[in-house]
């Protein structure tokens, strides 16, 4: 159940980093959660792998790279889902910073709902 929350919520995030992003296209609501849910499988299971390849670029950059690796899934998901365009790397790029900005604070308001709803049971 909370998985399907977040990719709701991460479907909400998608829609929204257009605005920011007007060279990124979203169709409509239902793209973005294929969008949202494609990523979840892709960082589910590539990006793990990519991590691992990637581990001494990784290191020196001092982490930075992981943007890098989040920008080419961007991608990876832009070729998959019909509807969802992002017309190059540094749009990519840009776009998985973005999207992680506003699902932090997206998932922050779960985190604060649970919280509140664990307070009020005890």
């Given at each position: 159940m909370?998985t399907?929350l977040k990719i ?25 959660i ?27 950059s001092l982490g ?5 690796i ?8 832009s ?11 540094f ?29 009020r049971?005890?």
């Open positions: 909370k399907l709701l919520l991460t479907g909400i995030a998608v829609l929204l980093v257009p605005v920011i992003l007007p060279s990124v296209t979203v169709v409509n609501y239902t793209t973005a294929w969008v949202a849910a494609v990523l979840a499988l892709l960082n589910t299971f590539i990006k793990p792998v990519l991590l691992v390849l990637t581990l001494p670029v990784t290191i020196v930075l790279f992981v943007f890098v989040n920008a080419a899934i961007i991608l990876m998901a070729s998959l889902v019909d509807g969802f365009h992002v017309p190059g790397f749009t990519a790029l840009l776009f998985s910073f973005i999207l992680w900005v506003f699902r932090t604070l997206l998932f922050s308001l779960i985190k604060e709902d649970e919280q509140n709803t664990w307070n049971t005890r």
